[in-house]
């Protein structure tokens, strides 16, 4: 299986902040990777899909980048909604699995 | 759109069977998406447990895959979930999920857009 390994596992940030999310992967996966977003007791949300398309709907503050083993979530400008834990999951063989997940909450 | 919908036992004994079903609302299941199951243990991360496509195809984590039957019922426009052999490391919110594809420069990129609610199943006597 691919290990996929986040960091950091928690943050604290300000709203307005310019946040960085980073996603490791055990092996090169190319660009098969996928950013969600989760609020607690809700269901996980899409926002970016192969590494860097911004999922419909999306907020373009949100932005993702990367290829081969290392990737980046960024939010540009942080906003009350957006604390929340992200998780990342790569896509390119299966079992699909996840990073441990980055909880992001209000300083 | 289309929804997802979880349902079926909150309560589960070990060493049963775990059963769940997600209906789909506002499109086909016979159309070209995989359909799949991933929970959350209490507090943990999402583990993703297997999916199938409309055509019938699986696939299943390694680690569940002696276990676990995921499949299609298109006359009701749902898929369901068999988990047996329940221990108490089962606990936890199940979610279904529609996989989708998106084609680009020949590769073939896998992701799940549209989430269910969640259902959350305990396995206790």
């Known amino acids: 299986d691919i290990q996929m390994t986040q960091s950091p596992s928690s943050l604290s940030a300000s709203v307005g902040d310019r946040v960085t999310i980073t996603c490791r992967a055990s092996q090169s996966i190319s660009s098969y990777l996928n950013w969600y977003q989760q609020n607690p007791g809700k269901a996980p949300k899409l926002l970016i899909y192969?590494?860097?398309s911004l999922q419909s709907g999306v907020p373009s503050r949100f932005s993702g980048s990367g290829s081969g083993t290392d990737f980046t979530l960024t939010i540009s400008s942080l906003q009350p909604e957006d604390f929340a834990t992200y998780y990342c999951q790569q896509s390119y063989s299966v079992p699909w699995t996840f990073g441990q997940g980055t909880k992001v909450d209000i300083k | 759109q289309v929804q997802l919908q979880e349902s079926g036992p909150g309560l589960v004994k070990p060493s049963g069977t775990l059963s769940l079903t997600c209906d789909v609302s506002g499109g086909s299941i016979s159309s070209s998406y995989w359909w799949s199951w991933v929970r959350q243990p209490p507090g943990k991360g999402l583990e993703w447990i297997g999916e199938?496509?409309?055509?019938?195809?699986?696939n299943y984590n390694p680690s569940l895959k002696s276990r676990v039957t995921i499949s299609l019922d298109k006359s009701k426009n749902q898929f369901s979930l068999k988990l047996s052999s329940v221990t108490a490391a089962d606990t936890a919110v199940y979610y279904c999920?529609?996989?989708?594809?998106?084609?680009?420069?020949?590769?073939?990129?896998?992701?799940?857009?549209?989430w269910g609610k969640g259902t959350t199943v305990t396995v206790s006597s």
């Open positions: 192969a590494a860097s």
């Open positions: 999920a529609r996989g989708n594809i998106m084609v680009r420069g020949g590769k073939y990129y896998h992701y799940m857009d549209v």
């Open positions: 199938i496509y409309h055509s019938g195809s699986t």
